[in-house]
């Protein structure tokens, strides 16, 4: 391995050491938690090092956003992956989608609600941001029956969704009834 590769290994190793730092800290304190200075006192680097990675806290919020993209479109595919027929193919995506939502509230949070500086609907959209979009649509676009455009459903029934994962996190929701409002969206489509 030449010096330069070492390097490089060693910086993405870094790199990858910052956002799985600022994602504990994130899960266990909150967003507002996650500070420079908290993450160079726990990663045991100095803050330049953290800015020769990440210009700030947005961008780093940004690759958080990124890498839990990626875990939500391999948790849905493994969900529809397992299931039999396109209900319960659904059904899964609907329960996978939830639950990652409920299991890792402070990257939810980065990929949803929080500015890290990613686009979403166009050209400049991150490869992970669209691979997650292609998780639903790959299990979402038989289900949008006859005339209706595979990815405008797939948005309006992400968009339902992302409502019941926020509105249940908000305690607006009782949890009791969870499973109870995916069955009545998945019953609501029409596929067989």
Same mark, same amino acid.
């Given at each position: 391995?030449?010096?330069? =590769?070492?390097?490089?290994?060693?910086?993405?190793?870094? +790199?990858?050491?910052?956002?799985?730092?600022? !994602?504990? @800290? #994130?899960?266990?304190?909150?967003?507002?938690? /996650?500070?420079?200075?908290?993450?160079?006192? !726990?990663?045991?680097?100095?803050?330049? /090092?953290?800015?020769?990675?990440?210009?700030?806290?947005?961008?780093?919020?940004?690759?958080?956003?990124?890498?839990?993209?990626?875990?939500?479109?391999? %948790?849905?595919?493994?969900?529809?992956? %397992?299931?039999?027929?396109?209900?319960?193919?659904?059904? #899964?995506?609907?329960? #996978?989608?939830?639950?990652?939502? =409920?299991?890792?509230?402070?990257?939810?949070?980065?990929?949803?609600?929080?500015?890290?500086? @990613?686009?979403?609907?166009?050209?400049?959209?991150?490869? &992970?941001?669209?691979?997650?979009?292609?998780?639903?649509?790959?299990?979402?676009?038989?289900?949008?029956?006859?005339?209706?455009?595979?990815? @405008?459903?797939? +948005?309006?029934?992400?968009?339902?969704?992302?409502? @019941?994962?926020?509105?249940?996190?908000?305690?607006?929701? &009782?949890?009791?009834?969870?499973?109870?409002?995916?069955?009545?969206?998945?019953?609501?489509?029409?596929?067989?």
């Amino acid at each position: 391995m030449s010096v330069q =590769e070492r390097k490089e290994r060693e910086r993405s190793d870094r +790199e990858r050491l910052i956002v799985a730092t600022a !994602r504990e @800290l #994130a899960e266990q304190q909150g967003w507002d938690a /996650v500070t420079t200075r908290r993450l160079a006192e !726990r990663i045991e680097y100095s803050q330049p /090092v953290l800015y020769s990675h990440f210009r700030g806290k947005r961008e780093i919020i940004g690759a958080v956003a990124l890498d839990g993209a990626a875990e939500m479109a391999a %948790a849905v595919r493994a969900a529809t992956a %397992a299931a039999d027929g396109p209900r319960s193919q659904v059904t #899964a995506l609907a329960r #996978a989608y939830l639950g990652f939502a =409920e299991r890792n509230p402070a990257v939810y949070d980065a990929m949803f609600q929080l500015d890290g500086g @990613l686009t979403f609907a166009n050209d400049d959209t991150p490869e &992970p941001l669209k691979d997650a979009f292609a998780a639903l649509l790959e299990s979402l676009g038989e289900a949008a029956g006859d005339g209706v455009h595979p990815g @405008l459903f797939t +948005e309006v029934f992400w968009a339902a969704l992302h409502g @019941l994962a926020t509105l249940t996190r908000a305690g607006r929701l &009782p949890t009791g009834d969870a499973e109870r409002r995916v069955e009545l969206l998945v019953d609501r489509l029409p596929i067989v």
